[in-house]
Nanobody, 121 residues
Framework: VQLQASGGGLGQPGGSLSLSCAAS????????MGWYRQAPGQQRELVAT??????????DSVKGRFTISGDYTGDTVNTVTLQMNSLKSEDSAVYYC?????????????WGQGTQVTVSS
């Protein structure tokens, strides 16, 4: 599975940006996709995920501001978009696309290359 991310860049406080990520390759076992982020000196943290039934999960820090959506082939999500509104400076980080891939009863994590999001006036 390969993950190709796009979007991000520079946004202003209170503004909006969006990120997209497309999965390719053997995608039919993807169970969920989403985004994590990592700011300098910080651990990588969950931003939002969306599962194969459309169920979503958000970090408390982005609830009400960020929205994740997915495009599906059958029951499998293979593209995700993160709409980021009401941006704050603390949203600045490298954002990583993520896919949870089923291997038997277990999951294997795939990661895309990070994309920088900077929120600054």
């Amino acid at each position: 599975v390969q993950l190709q991310a796009s979007g991000g860049g520079l946004g202003q406080p209170g503004g909006s940006l969006s990120l997209s990520c497309a999965a390719s390759g053997n995608t039919f076992r993807i169970r969920k996709m989403g985004w994590y982020r990592q700011a300098p000196g910080q651990q990588r943290e969950l931003v939002a995920t969306i599962g194969d039934e459309g169920n979503t999960n958000y970090a408390d820090s982005v609830k009400g501001r960020f929205t994740i959506s997915g495009d599906y082939t059958g029951d499998t999500v293979n593209t995700v978009t993160l709409q980021m509104n009401s941006l704050k400076s603390e949203d600045s980080a490298v954002y990583y696309c993520y896919a949870d891939y089923a291997v038997g009863p277990y999951g294997y994590d795939y990661w895309g290359q990070g994309t920088q999001v900077t929120v600054s006036s």
